[in-house]
């Protein structure tokens, strides 16, 4: 019985196993870092900084194929928004240029993977050169750890952004006072650990 199981589990697996190793370009997206890892033939090509899905909205995780290139594409869903060197994988949700350079390294889009233009203009070659079927796209990780993981400047520059000067003064203290306790540990913390308590 349990060889019929493990025999099972290996002709579901195959499949995936076997477009796996056919890919010759792979696209690893990690929410969590906000970073993209590209490798073409099975060597690492390049890692760079991205932003996707910001607090509202969504980028799906999965793995993808391309369904389609574009150079160049206007959002007609968010005022006609340029999104340079599109590879469309989902629906809407796409990797593409951005001129919002800034932000790259947290999430600030409105769902699709944005990257520095001159980054997106070498995965779309590589994907226009290889083939989209050749081409695999993994996206994993959570928004979430990814905005734990943002520095307060950053977290003030939001604030200050949506609130205002002086009222992001107190959002800033109120929401995330307990940020720098958290970063450093007071000089006891380990006592406990070591002796009980």
């Known amino acids: 019985m349990k060889r ?35 490798y073409v033939d099975g060597q690492h090509y390049g890692t760079w ?24 594409h206007y959002s007609r869903k968010y005022d006609n928004a340029p999104m340079p060197y599109s590879i ?34 070498k995965l779309f070659s590589l994907v226009r050169q290889h083939g989209m079927r050749n081409t695999v796209i993994r996206i994993t990780g959570s928004t979430a750890v990814a905005y734990a993981r943002l520095r307060p400047p950053v977290r003030k520059r939001i604030a200050r952004k949506r609130y205002g000067r002086k009222k992001a003064r107190r959002h800033y203290r109120r929401r995330y006072r307990h940020y720098r306790r958290w970063r450093r540990p007071p000089a006891y913390a380990g006592f406990f650990e070591i002796f009980g308590g």
Not at 8 to 33: F, G, H, Q, R
Not at 51 to 60: D, Q
């Open 88 to 121: 469309f994988f989902r629906g809407g949700y796409a990797i593409h240029g951005t001129n919002v350079i800034s932000r790259l390294g947290w999430p600030a889009s409105h769902g699709c993977v944005r990257l520095h233009p001159s980054n997106a203009a």
């Open 49 to 72: 900084r991205i932003s996707t899905g910001r607090r509202g909205y969504y980028t799906p995780r999965g793995t993808y194929r391309p369904r389609w290139l574009k150079r160049m």
């Open 4 to 38: 019929l199981w493990i025999v099972l589990a290996m002709a579901l697996a195959l499949p995936w196993l076997a477009t796996e190793a056919l890919a010759k370009v792979v696209v690893n997206i990690d929410l969590s870092s906000q970073r993209m890892n590209v």
